[in-house]
């Protein structure tokens, strides 16, 4: 079954720390991967997308991820957060055998501590 | 205004009533989405559409009805509403090269 897995319902990380949102998929063909994230009351925003290529993929805002396929992972990073980064992060994959649908993760709710 | 918009933005209901929720976008995209968003599921696709005049059931279409007679419009309407519809409505578009999704706003309905 196709499915994403985000372990960590709620982080919560000091500004100015690192951060590492973890994304695990299940995926049967070659899996396109994004991070989006939701800040209260707004719709979703792409973070960054991973198709082919350079498993490490640079975004918007400073984050970047790592597709390790081995892991079926692709966690998310930011090397500083800022107190504006506070927010809902969902992982997602699809791919061109399901139409582009996409399967999202449950989210992770991120909160920073000043 | 370009982009993806969705109206209302809040709703509030009664159960049995027929309510409609309005998807626009301005891309032309081939294809779009609805989504519904609970705490602890995520988004949930609830129907997509790959063109105008062609629909799919997603993962929880039961109680939803979907058309698409033109592009830009994908209206989605519960003909009876019922409490557990009560939700956040995301509707999404893309074009039919890339698989990068734009969401809407959002529209917060509340069935009483």
């Known amino acids: 079954a196709q499915s994403v897995t985000q372990p960590d319902i709620h982080i919560t990380v000091s500004e100015g720390a690192s951060l590492e949102l973890r994304c695990n998929y299940s995926y049967g063909a070659t899996p396109y991967l994004f991070w989006y994230v939701q800040s209260p009351g707004q719709g979703l925003q792409l973070l960054l997308k991973?198709?082919?290529?350079?498993?490490l993929v640079q975004g918007i805002k400073g984050f970047e991820a790592e597709f390790k396929r081995s892991q079926s992972s692709f966690n998310l990073r930011k090397p500083s957060v800022h107190w504006s980064d506070a927010a809902e992060y969902f992982c997602a994959v699809g791919g061109g055998n399901q139409g582009g649908k996409l399967i999202f993760g449950q989210g992770t709710e991120l909160s920073v501590k000043p | 205004d370009a982009g993806i918009t969705q109206s209302p933005r809040y709703k509030i209901t009664e159960t049995g009533r027929q309510v409609t929720l309005m998807c626009h976008q301005t891309w032309s995209h081939s294809y779009m989405f609805w989504y519904r968003q609970d705490l602890g599921h995520g988004l949930r696709l609830i129907y997509y559409s790959a063109a105008a005049d062609i629909t799919d059931k997603g993962e929880v279409p039961d109680g939803y009805v979907v058309s698409r007679s033109k592009t830009e419009n994908f209206p989605l309407t519960l003909e009876s509403a019922t409490r557990s519809q009560t939700s956040v409505y995301f509707c999404?578009?893309?074009?039919?090269?890339?698989?990068?999704?734009?969401f809407g706003p959002g529209t917060r309905l509340t069935v009483t």
């Open positions: 991973y198709f082919s290529g350079d498993t």
């Open positions: 999404a578009s893309r074009s039919g090269t890339n698989y990068e999704q734009y």
